[in-house]
């Protein structure tokens, strides 16, 4: 597979194209931002951690049943993935109040949750990725209802994979931000990562933060964070 033309730059990944109309080469950088990209900076390693966590976690989550646009690891960096186009919504389960979720509703950070929740933002940078309801996505027309449906079976299963399995590494799944894609044929897959960038992840035993909050809070420590996921997942 020949690496092509760059697609898209985003925030910490670019996207390449190849020789094959259907299949693209995402190439993860070190570079990390917050607060709509006004904190800019960097996390040394993280873009080789946050690769090989999403391929690990995708290959798992095909597994068992969900579909991924996963298709292989070429380096530490890039990794060749299915042509999609994304679903504009940023598809966020929680299981314990955190971030935005504690802010918005007076709930103390690490309160558990007395049901797993979901909340759709509408991806759109400029808007500042506003809160929507299930209406409101189907008003503005970014999905359909079947296609909703089938985005919220995954999401939930997707959390029940991962809280499951993280658990067993001392971790636990507070909450995580999902992007989904539509193949050529319209089959909804899984896209995006699966990372310490985009999930929160507390340890078991300390409640230590083991995520981009330690970068977003200015907390220190975000390198040493991410290579811990990396060393209980991978164990290296
Ligand atoms: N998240 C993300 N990208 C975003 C916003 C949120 O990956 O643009 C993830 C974030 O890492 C966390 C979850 O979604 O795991 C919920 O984030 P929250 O809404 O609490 O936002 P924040 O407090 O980060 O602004």
Known sequence: MKKGNLLYEG????VFE????????????????????L?????????????????????????????????????DRETAVKRVSIVPLEVIIRNIAAGSFSKRYGVE???????STIEFSYKDDALG??????????????????????IKKYAFAVNDMMKEYLLNLGIILVDFKLEVGRLADGTIVLADEISPDTCRFWDKDTMQKLD???????????EDAYQEVMKRLMGE
């Open 18 to 37: 190849t020789d094959d109309p259907n299949i693209l080469i995402v190439d993860y950088t070190d570079n990390a931002t917050a607060l709509n990209g």
């Open 129 to 150: 990725d506003p809160l929507i309801n299930d209406y409101h996505a189907l008003a503005l027309g970014l999905c359909t209802e079947e296609e909703l449906n089938t």
């Open 39 to 75: 904190k800019k900076g960097t996390i040394v390693g993280k873009g080789a951690i946050n690769n090989r966590m999403t391929n690990h976690m995708m290959r798992l989550l095909e597994q068992k049943g969900v579909p991924t646009h996963y298709v292989e690891e070429l380096s």
């Open 212 to 222: 981009k909050d330690r970068f977003r809070r200015d907390m220190g420590g975000a």
């Open 109 to 115: 950070e690490g309160t558990p949750l007395k049901i």
């Open 11 to 14: 925030k910490a990944k670019k």
